[in-house]
């Protein structure tokens, strides 16, 4: 008979550990894909999409994940795991980061682009994908932070720092959704949460 599943109570941290920020960089050798035709399925969001990922490059990114996978709960039976609690645009670009440690930031292309033609102002359509784009960038912290994907929280951290640079300031929404998903002291809070007035939170 199948067990239960465990998710949680594996992605859970302890209550000793500090969850400030990201946790050490989880060391890992380069994925050689000896084993190509192996695969682990994620389905992500409401509708459940489906992710098929190669496990050598999970288990080299997470030790969390790789636990999961390896347990005798239904996710390690089944080799496929659901997350309902995050969106299909924010794990894209955990695969994005799984597979090349680095994310296709179309508001920073943008930014690049203006510079180079010495344009201070994005248009009406950037902005929207700059306003949507925030919020995945801080929807993909969270879920890095919840499945130990240090260097990923890292990386967002970054980007967000740029986009602040270029005064591409997040929405309301964004500055919520990160103050409502993370602890006081987080680098992501402290990136972005800082610089806005009390009265916007």
């Known amino acids: 008979m199948a067990g239960k599943p465990k998710t949680e109570q594996v992605a859970k941290r302890k209550d000793t550990e500090d969850s400030t920020g990201p946790r050490k960089k989880h060391r ?5 894909f000896s084993k190509p035709a192996i695969f682990v399925t994620f389905l992500i969001g409401p509708d459940r999409s489906e992710f098929v990922v190669h496990k050598e490059v999970v288990f080299n990114r997470s030790q969390v994940l790789a636990a999961v ?18 969106t299909e645009a924010a794990f894209r670009f955990v695969v994005q980061w799984l597979y090349s440690e680095k994310l296709e930031i179309a508001q920073l292309e943008a930014w690049k682009d203006k510079v180079a033609k010495d344009t201070k102002f994005l248009t009406e359509a950037e902005q929207m994908i700059a306003i949507e784009e925030d919020q995945v960038l801080a929807e993909t912290w969270v879920l890095a932070d919840k499945y130990g994907l240090s260097g990923l929280q890292n990386l967002v951290v970054g980007y967000m720092t740029d986009i602040l640079k270029c005064t591409c300031i997040p929405s309301t929404r964004t500055f919520k959704y990160i103050y409502q998903h993370t602890s006081d002291d987080s680098q992501l809070r402290k990136a972005c949460i800082i610089s806005l007035p009390i009265s916007m939170l």
């Open 28 to 32: 890992k050798s380069a994925s050689t």
């Open 69 to 86: 996978f390896s347990s005798d709960c239904i996710e390690g039976q089944t080799q496929t795991m659901t997350i309902e609690d995050t």
